[in-house]
């Protein structure tokens, strides 16, 4: 994904380029494969979510409906769908074989920054500038309140019975995923905290900020386990490795650290 308006698909072995595929007119934010890997969906400024075939790079369909920029898209589990989040405001479903809108949710009061479907892939979570995070299924909506500023980002737990969110209100929140209601909230951060992962076994939960540090919480307890500190800029990403014994960060820095995370 990038502001040259294109999406390029990688060799992970060489680093060579193997397809760049063209057809947004403004910069992309946020590429993500189908859970098969054929196909890959971009999000754009250009108001659009497109699907690529992943073999060929040639655009399938151009999910067209949103009214602003579209900050971020992701797959169903079973690839049947995708989800956007916009700028206008909503998260839209789209049929991911013809392209065509299933569903608008509207709600949020402001810019709609995540979306994630849970692991079942019944249900979706939505992180906004507007302080709320949002779960929503066929038959109902949850609004989990209580951030005092925007959410960045939000993340299920691998079981989905839990959601936490990441907002520049300094805090990571802690959310029963079946009445949104709040069960923790995790303070100790000094500034926004931009990104949030829980680890394979739903027991920690790892947060970026914009104050340079990543932290592990009990996502038991909600209390800070560990404070990883060495970036020198804002921490905008962290993800678990599959085992669950290490954490990596991405930062301002130019640097991606590798930290132990038992």
Same mark, same amino acid.
């Given at each position: 994904a990038s502001s040259d308006q294109t999406v390029r698909l990688w060799d992970a072995h060489s680093g060579q380029v193997l397809r760049t595929c063209m057809g947004h007119t403004d910069e992309v934010w946020r590429v993500a494969w189908s859970p098969d890997g054929s196909r890959v969906a971009s999000a754009s400024s250009d108001q659009t979510v497109r699907l690529w075939d992943a073999h060929s790079g040639q655009v399938l $369909? @151009? #999910?067209?409906? =949103? &009214?602003?920029?579209? *900050?971020? !898209?992701? /797959? %169903?589990? +079973?690839?049947?769908?995708?989800?956007?989040?916009?700028?206008?405001?909503?998260?839209?479903?789209?049929?991911?074989h013809s392209g065509q809108v299933l569903h608008t949710c509207t709600g949020h009061t402001n810019t709609v920054l995540n979306v994630e479907w849970s692991p079942d892939g019944s249900r979706v979570a939505s992180a906004s500038w507007?302080?709320?995070?949002?779960?929503?299924?066929?038959?109902?909506? $949850? @609004? #989990?309140?209580? =951030? &005092?500023?925007?959410? *960045?980002? !939000?993340? /299920? %737990?691998? +079981?989905?019975s839990r959601v936490a969110s990441a907002s520049d209100d300094k805090t990571v929140r802690l959310w029963d995923a079946h009445s949104g209601q709040l069960l923790h909230t995790c303070m100790g951060h000094t500034d926004g905290v931009y990104d949030v992962a829980w680890s394979p076994d739903g027991r920690r939960v790892a947060?970026?900020?914009?104050?340079?540090?990543?932290?592990?919480?009990?996502?038991?307890?909600?209390?800070?386990?560990?404070?990883? &500190?060495?970036?020198?800029?804002? !921490?905008?990403?962290?993800?678990?490795?599959?085992?669950?014994?290490?954490?990596?960060?991405?930062s301002d820095d130019k640097t991606v650290r590798l930290w132990q995370g038992a």
């Open positions: $369909h @151009t #999910c067209m409906g =949103h &009214t602003s920029y579209v *900050y971020d !898209v992701t /797959w %169903s589990p +079973d690839g049947s769908c995708v989800v956007s989040a916009s700028y206008d405001k909503t998260v839209r479903l789209w049929n991911a507007d302080e709320a995070v949002r779960l929503w299924d066929a038959h109902s909506r $949850h @609004t #989990c309140t209580g =951030h &005092t500023d925007g959410v *960045y980002n !939000v993340a /299920w %737990s691998p +079981d989905g947060s970026a900020s914009r104050d340079k540090t990543v932290r592990l919480w009990d996502a038991r307890s909600g209390l800070l386990l560990h404070t990883c &500190t060495g970036h020198t800029a804002r !921490v905008w990403s962290v993800a678990w490795s599959p085992d669950g014994g290490r954490v990596a960060s991405a």
